[in-house]
């Protein structure tokens, strides 16, 4: 498949319009009509079609999307993974809307003179590989989960315990609680439909649940945090987990509550992971300003069991 021509297609893809997609790629219309006409033939299938406004995707051209973007992203891991002095220090941050996408954040704050490529994998078992490889420098993640250790040659370092807050809407049981100890969850529902099976993040809530006896209810389509918190705002039982550290923004008659959770104060793990005969310059000073950032007392907090330490496999 060209590259080129698949490149053609997500620009199109991007900005709706052959004319954008030409200019965007320093191409001339024709040029990137042929680019499409080209993979179309080589594909079977078409892609697009043409609409007074521009263009928009066939169904396959809709199944395709994702596709295109995985193979664009390997070209360019390929080629920055022979130039680790030159390149931007690439790090997966999991989500751009979590704790550990602030953390890169400050750290380009304190370091602009070190390029950064932000990217987020999703799953623990696609992020150690990537590091593993080379795909990545770092990423951020719990470890390890139950069952799994460490690939050899990739070690990693406690960085951040983020404290979970308890996200309930203003006629829950607990919305003018100053503090709500993990015991007197119990029997609450929480409502986390992003808890997808085998993550580490739905091993964490798993050990919780067990540990403190609430409900991790996850049925129900994902349709992103708005909708979560459209819900919380609404219902007297519902509840979810939050960070404070996650910048998030509702409307203001929701009325949602962040409660502090005591005794202990769940934190969720994260850990800085890479490999460390990756030679890239920022790497290390990416490090050093992670172990600066200060973390909550021992015995103050809760976190799994397998949570504890990171053993890199004998």
Same mark, same amino acid.
């Given at each position: 498949?060209?590259?080129?021509?698949?490149?053609?297609?997500?620009?199109?893809?991007?900005?709706?319009?052959?004319? #954008?997609?030409? $200019? &965007?790629? %320093? *191409? +001339?219309?024709?040029?990137?009509?042929?680019?499409? @006409?080209?993979?179309?033939?080589?594909?079977?299938?078409?892609?697009?079609?043409?609409?007074?406004?521009?263009?928009?995707?066939?169904?396959?051209?809709?199944?395709?999307?994702?596709?295109?973007?995985?193979?664009?992203?390997?070209?360019?891991?390929?080629?920055?993974?022979?130039?680790?002095?030159?390149?931007?220090?690439?790090?997966?941050?999991?989500?751009?809307?979590?704790?550990?996408?602030?953390?890169?954040?400050?750290?380009?704050?304190?370091?602009?003179?070190?390029?950064?490529?932000?990217?987020? #994998?999703?799953? $623990? &078992?696609? %992020? *150690? +590989?990537?590091?593993?490889?080379?795909?990545?420098? @770092?990423?951020?993640?719990?470890?390890?989960?139950?069952?799994?250790?460490?690939?050899?040659?990739?070690?990693?370092?406690?960085?951040?315990?983020?404290?979970?807050?308890?996200?309930?809407?203003?006629?829950?049981?607990?919305?003018?609680?100053?503090?709500?100890?993990?015991?007197?969850?119990?029997?609450?529902?929480?409502?986390?439909?992003?808890?997808?099976?085998?993550?580490?993040?739905?091993?964490?809530?798993?050990?919780?649940?067990?540990?403190?006896?609430?409900?991790?209810?996850?049925?129900?389509?994902?349709?992103?945090?708005?909708?979560? *918190?459209?819900?919380?705002?609404?219902?007297?039982?519902? @509840?979810?987990?939050?960070?404070?550290?996650?910048?998030?923004?509702?409307?203001?008659?929701?009325?949602?509550?962040?409660?502090?959770?005591?005794?202990?104060?769940?934190?969720?793990?994260?850990?800085?992971?890479?490999?460390?005969?990756?030679?890239?310059?920022?790497?290390?000073?990416?490090?050093?300003?992670?172990?600066?950032?200060?973390?909550?007392?021992?015995?103050?907090?809760?976190?799994?069991?397998?949570?504890?330490?990171?053993?890199?496999?004998?």
């Amino acid at each position: 498949m060209d590259l080129k021509a698949v490149r053609a297609f997500v620009a199109i893809a991007d900005s709706g319009q052959f004319q #954008l997609a030409a $200019a &965007d790629l %320093a *191409l +001339t219309q024709q040029a990137v009509s042929k680019r499409i @006409a080209a993979l179309e033939k080589d594909l079977g299938v078409r892609l697009l079609v043409r609409t007074p406004r521009g263009a928009e995707l066939t169904i396959d051209g809709q199944a395709l999307l994702p596709h295109a973007r995985a193979l664009l992203q390997a070209e360019e891991w390929a080629v920055a993974a022979v130039s680790p002095g030159d390149r931007a220090l690439r790090v997966d941050v999991v989500g751009r809307r979590v704790a550990t996408a602030g953390l890169v954040r400050d750290f380009h704050l304190a370091h602009p003179e070190i390029a950064l490529d932000v990217v987020t #994998l999703f799953g $623990a &078992d696609t %992020a *150690l +590989t990537a590091v593993r490889d080379g795909a990545v420098d @770092a990423t951020f993640r719990a470890v390890t989960m139950p069952g799994r250790r460490l690939p050899d040659g990739v070690e990693a370092v406690p960085v951040l315990d983020e404290p979970l807050r308890l996200c309930v809407g203003p006629d829950h049981e607990f919305a003018r609680a100053a503090s709500v100890t993990p015991a007197q969850l119990a029997g609450h529902r929480i409502w986390m439909p992003g808890n997808e099976p085998g993550t580490e993040w739905a091993a964490y809530y798993d050990e919780l649940a067990a540990t403190f006896g609430p409900t991790i209810d996850t049925i129900g389509p994902n349709f992103g945090i708005e909708a979560l *918190l459209d819900t919380i705002a609404d219902s007297p039982t519902v @509840a979810t987990f939050l960070s404070e550290r996650t910048p998030l923004v509702w409307p203001t008659d929701h009325d949602l509550r962040l409660v502090p959770l005591r005794n202990p104060t769940p934190v969720y793990p994260h850990s800085l992971l890479w490999r460390p005969d990756n030679p890239h310059p920022g790497l290390a000073t990416l490090r050093d300003h992670l172990a600066a950032q200060p973390r909550l007392t021992e015995g103050e907090t809760w976190r799994p069991t397998w949570a504890q330490r990171a053993e890199p496999a004998p």
